[in-house]
């Protein structure tokens, strides 16, 4: 079972060079949960979970791992408790599955040494959880797109991190994959209680997948909570800008956003 | 779980036998290159004369010809050849595109201009030569960087600012030959092409010395090398100090390469093929910083001997490897072009 840890941010502001894209933002992330951020494109959730990972330094504000504030902690010391899959991530060209499962290893390996039996089983069931095992010498660019985002989450789960970041980790994956991604995920938390924190686009299965909703406008948090608790068509119309009525996910029971539109706004039978 | 970690274990063996295997290979042909330098010239000495030369007995007429010339000439090549093929190898994969070199973009032309400058104009000395082609070779990265900036960092703008940019130095250091005085015009070659004619063993020295130092540190990188390779966010998200394992990688290979340049002249495509031909021998998945030197090693000195002997005339080596690098040259830039990611 995954270690429980206090995982805070307080009062940052962070941005790219010029752009303040996060407005004194206070977060506490709830641990051994899944945790979503939702928000309109640039409204800063991306920011936020970089901020948070430290790829980038906040203009001002503490984030604090644990008490201890995440610039002091020594970057592999770091790496050996949170992992994180970016947005894109880049692929080398002609790297086997293995091999590029088994870089997610590096904040646990000495200077100069090679793989330890240890390694080899981190690897080995980070390839088991994420059902890419038999994959294992073939190359990333043979891989589809759904098979090639496990073996990144799964190079994550080598890192073996009691919290794992996942930058948009179903975008331009079809929905089939989309819904696999996000089981395997779960299972990863209810499985080890790994701590998950993600930014998804889909809405509704934000609401199906987190336990937690942090609902991000212009930079700054506008509501969290329970699904069930804070998604509402008024905290949709703020932060989207979209008229909707809510209703209940027929399979899962969570808040289901169904959009209105310009054409379909006659019709009154939900609201 | 025993039988994956068994099925991923049996992968890598693989792999790693294959570099291994591979790498011994390169590394014994380097050796008989080495051999074959020592023994052949205007006379061939049998091995027992080169051994016997080398522990230091007086052989007459071998001890010249070996000791003077042919020896300080095998090791300019195997030490510049190493120097650039672990420099372009770092280049290429730091920059993840084979053509970020520093051949194509002009980091050994800066050396080139650096060194020739202060030959030609300022008549200075081996040692001078040696430190003006390092900050030559420097200043010429940092203003790729500073240039290539710009809103948002390319790969791509660099490469070809980088071309730009080699292609001036390139006149520069041919206005300085032409203002240049009579005598200096044979050695034009040298730095247009680089060869390994009139090594010395005096002059040997400080590349000798800087590979001996900056090799290893470069070599105790790979692991972060590999990792820069995943991208900005996935290295820095694995611990690895990004800007830190940058600087330090370029500035040492910027180091080996322009004291290579200032011994042997920038021998053309020597760094930009070696990487390459390493990843296609040894496949991706190790580091291939050894291997690279290795295959820039046999690159020098095999083109060398094909320069030598192989025709009636005498080409410098920065001829031949100019002849093979060309066309892999072409190839590439028409490949890329085609995928529409230059």
Redesign the interface.
């Given at each position: 079972m995954k270690v429980a840890h206090t995982f805070q941010a307080e009062g940052i502001t962070a941005g790219y060079e010029n752009r303040t894209i996060l407005h004194d933002v206070s977060i506490n992330i709830p641990s051994n949960k899944i945790s979503v951020l939702i928000g309109a494109n640039g409204c800063g959730k991306s920011t936020l979970l970089k901020t948070m990972g430290r790829l980038i330094k906040p203009f001002s504000g503490q984030i604090t791992l644990d008490g201890k504030p995440i610039d002091k902690i020594p970057p592999k010391q770091f790496a050996q408790v949170l992992g994180f899959l970016p947005q894109s991530p880049i692929v080398p060209e002609g790297i086997t599955v293995t091999d590029l499962v088994g870089r997610g290893r590096y904040p646990h390996q000495k200077f100069l040494k090679g793989w330890t039996k240890k390694d080899y089983e981190a690897v080995a069931e980070a390839m088991e959880i994420m059902n890419i095992t038999e994959y294992a010498d073939r190359h990333i660019d043979e891989l589809s797109g759904g098979q090639r985002q496990r073996v990144w989450i799964a190079m994550a789960l080598a890192q073996q991190t009691d919290i794992l970041f996942l930058d948009e980790p179903t975008t331009y994956l079809d929905i089939t994959y989309q819904v696999e991604i996000l089981d395997l995920l779960t299972d990863l938390n209810r499985k080890y209680g790994t701590t998950i924190v993600m930014v998804l686009h889909d809405i509704n299965l934000s609401a199906r997948y987190a336990d937690h909703i942090f609902a991000l406008h212009n930079g700054q948090i506008m509501a969290e909570g329970e699904p069930s608790k804070v998604i509402s068509s008024n905290l949709i119309k703020d932060i989207f800008g979209l008229h909707c009525t809510v209703i209940r996910d027929p399979v899962s029971d969570s808040p289901f956003v169904v959009p209105i539109g310009r054409h379909h706004n006659h019709v009154r039978m939900y609201s | 779980?025993n039988e994956?970690?068994n099925?991923?274990?049996v992968?890598?063996i693989k792999?790693r036998r294959r570099y291994i295997i591979v790498t011994s290979i390169l590394a014994i042909i380097a050796f008989v290159l080495c051999c074959a330098m020592l023994m052949l010239g205007n006379t061939i000495y049998p091995v027992d004369d080169v051994l016997r030369v080398l522990l230091g007995e007086e052989v007459k007429g071998a001890s010249f010809a070996i000791g003077t010339i042919r020896l300080p000439r095998m090791l300019a090549g195997v030490f510049a050849g190493f120097a650039f093929g672990v420099g372009g190898y770092v280049f290429q994969t730091m920059l993840?595109n084979p053509l970020a070199n520093p051949n194509v973009i002009g980091i050994t032309a800066g050396s080139s201009a650096a060194a020739v400058f202060s030959i030609i104009v300022l008549h200075a000395s081996y040692a001078v030569v040696s430190i003006a082609s390092v900050i030559g070779g420097l200043a010429t990265v940092i203003v790729i960087f500073l240039l290539s900036r710009g809103t948002s960092f390319s790969i791509g703008r660099l490469i070809l600012i980088g071309i730009g940019i080699q292609a001036m130095l390139n006149a520069v250091i041919s206005y300085l030959l032409l203002i240049g005085q009579q005598h200096d015009i044979p050695t034009a070659m040298r730095w247009l092409s680089g060869s390994l004619n009139g090594s010395k063993m005096e002059t040997l020295y400080p590349l000798i010395v800087v590979v001996l130092i900056f090799a290893p540190i470069i070599i105790?990188s790979e692991?972060r090398l590999?990792?820069l390779?995943?991208?900005e966010?996935?290295a820095?998200?694995?611990?690895?100090?990004t800007d830190k394992t940058r600087i330090v990688l370029l500035t040492s290979s910027v180091i080996i390469l322009a004291l290579a340049t200032a011994t042997t002249g920038p021998i053309a495509f020597v760094a930009f093929l070696s990487g390459p031909i390493a990843?296609r021998l040894v496949?991706?998945?190790?580091s291939n910083i050894i291997p690279s030197g290795l295959v820039g090693i046999i690159l020098v000195l095999a083109s060398d001997l094909v320069g030598q002997f192989a025709f009636v005339a005498r080409y410098p080596v920065g001829v031949i490897t100019g002849i093979l690098g060309a066309p892999y040259l072409i190839y590439l830039l028409y490949r890329m072009n085609r995928k529409g990611n230059l």
């Open positions: - | 779980m994956s970690v099925l991923i274990r992968g890598r792999r993840r105790a692991k590999e990792l390779d995943l991208g966010q996935t820095t998200s694995l611990g690895v100090h990843n496949g991706i998945g190790f």
